[in-house]
């Protein structure tokens, strides 16, 4: 069935580091893919989504590129802040279903 | 325009008891979902409604009920709860599927333990 992998986490960055949390995916079709971001104590906020093949998502200085030859979306940002500290997701939408397959999550915690 | 509500914020439930959470949107939307959230293994989906009066299983539906009487409105019951369910329960809706009217719109979540 389809799934969706990230790497493990906690992943510990200064400010102003950069960042990449790696996300593959496995499903039948072509599925649309998916960033979240959970802030503590919060439900999880759409970060980015891209629909088909080499899309790229952009939101917040966040940026991922949906790769099919390599079934990734691998999440960048040049420079981390602080407030960027949270649980980040990747899911991808099984087709004509509406439903999310979700990754384990990555938590990030930047430091000052 | 509150988005997606969930009440209530936080429960204590004894085994066995039962208890429902309610989900409301406000935004005309057609799919709501209920998900659970555990350590280490992201969001799993457990019952879902693709309009007012359905429900269908998700991914880990056993010892849950769900019911849509109106649009806006997703209830998720447990009949007789187990330390198992112990989790943070998350709904989300969404206009559609597929495309771009398929970005789930999420809660902020219920936290449930059970003793």
């Known amino acids: 069935g389809d799934s969706v992998t990230q790497m493990e986490g906690p992943v510990t960055l200064s400010e102003e580091a950069f960042l990449t949390i790696n996300c593959t995916y496995t499903?039948?079709?072509?599925?649309?893919l998916f960033w979240y971001v959970q802030y503590p104590g919060e439900g999880l906020q759409l970060l980015l989504k891209a629909t088909k093949a080499d899309d790229k998502g952009s939101n917040k200085g966040f940026e991922a590129t949906y790769r099919k030859e390599t079934t990734s979306f691998h999440l960048e940002k040049g420079s981390v802040q602080v407030s960027d500290s949270a649980v980040y997701f990747c899911a991808l939408s099984v087709r004509n279903t509406g439903k999310l397959i979700f990754g384990q999550g990555t938590t990030l915690q930047v430091k000052p | 325009n509150a988005g997606v509500t969930q009440t209530p914020k936080f429960r204590v439930l004894k085994t066995g008891q039962s208890m429902t959470l309610l989900c409301a949107q406000d935004?005309?939307?057609?799919?709501m979902y209920w998900y659970r959230q555990d350590p280490g293994m992201g969001l799993r989906l457990i019952h879902y409604s693709v309009g007012e009066g359905t429900t269908a299983k998700g991914e880990v539906p056993d010892g849950y009920n769900v019911s849509r009487l109106k649009k806006q409105n997703f209830l998720l019951g447990l009949e007789s709860a187990a330390p198992s369910q112990t989790s943070v329960y998350f709904c989300?809706?969404?206009?559609?599927?597929?495309?771009?009217?398929?970005?789930?719109?999420f809660g902020p979540g219920t936290r449930l333990l059970v003793l």
């Open positions: 989300a809706s969404s206009r559609s599927r597929g495309g771009e009217a398929e970005t789930q719109y």
């Open positions: 499903a039948t079709g072509y599925p649309s």
């Open positions: 935004m005309n939307h057609e799919y």
